[in-house]
């Protein structure tokens, strides 16, 4: 096999489709906190959920997985699912919407593409919410690979795009 193939350019990932434990417990989460809504519903085993009218953004169910246990953090599966929006200040409502819920944060950084804030779900998946950068802003290294980093995020700063 040729080693010269690359995936197109326009290629995007879908959806992500999760197990869960309890349906009703992530619907709180994805729906009720994230703000994500649904768009069919399979009884109590299944969901799927969107931003903007998309068939599903993602996918919950309990067809394999109802009543278990969360996720291990030691383990193979699932670092965490990223989810982007769409400017600075979205993610700022969204940050000021888990602080207001009291919902734990795992973390925050600046990536110098992107401002990320790192949550875990209910079930224990990693979940990452960010926004990023104008492309046209980030900077290269001489080989041409994208100048990454993991800084401290401003989360004052952040919150200061709600005024």
Same mark, same amino acid.
């Given at each position: 096999?040729?080693n010269?193939?690359?995936?197109?350019?326009?290629t995007r990932?879908?959806?992500v489709?999760?197990?869960?434990?309890?349906l009703?417990r992530?619907?709180?989460?994805?729906?009720?906190?994230?703000g994500?809504?649904?768009? *069919?519903r399979?009884? %109590?085993q /299944?969901a799927?959920?969107?931003? !903007?009218g998309? =068939?599903h953004h @993602?996918? &919950?169910n $309990?067809w394999? *997985?109802?009543?278990? %246990?969360? /996720?291990?953090?030691?383990?193979? !599966?699932?670092? =965490?699912?990223? @989810?982007v &929006?769409? $400017?600075?200040?979205?993610?700022a409502?969204i940050?000021?919407?888990?602080?207001d819920?009291?919902?734990?944060?795992t973390?925050?950084?600046?990536h110098?593409?992107?401002?990320?804030?790192y949550?875990?779900?209910?079930?224990?998946?990693?979940v990452?919410?960010?926004?990023?950068?104008?492309r046209?802003?980030?900077?290269f290294?001489?080989?041409?690979?994208?100048k990454?980093a993991?800084l401290?995020l401003?989360?004052?700063?952040?919150?200061?795009?709600?005024?």
């Amino acid at each position: 096999m040729a080693n010269n193939y690359q995936t197109p350019t326009a290629t995007r990932i879908g959806h992500v489709h999760l197990k869960v434990a309890d349906l009703e417990r992530s619907l709180k989460f994805y729906r009720d906190l994230l703000g994500f809504q649904v768009t *069919s519903r399979f009884g %109590p085993q /299944a969901a799927f959920l969107s931003a !903007g009218g998309y =068939h599903h953004h @993602i996918g &919950l169910n $309990t067809w394999q *997985s109802a009543g278990m %246990p969360p /996720a291990s953090k030691r383990g193979v !599966g699932l670092f =965490h699912t990223a @989810i982007v &929006l769409p $400017t600075r200040r979205d993610l700022a409502v969204i940050l000021r919407r888990l602080l207001d819920a009291e919902y734990p944060l795992t973390g925050a950084a600046d990536h110098l593409v992107s401002e990320a804030i790192y949550l875990d779900d209910p079930d224990g998946n990693g979940v990452e919410l960010y926004w990023d950068r104008p492309r046209e802003t980030w900077a290269f290294l001489p080989d041409g690979s994208i100048k990454m980093a993991t800084l401290q995020l401003d989360l004052e700063d952040l919150l200061g795009e709600l005024t």
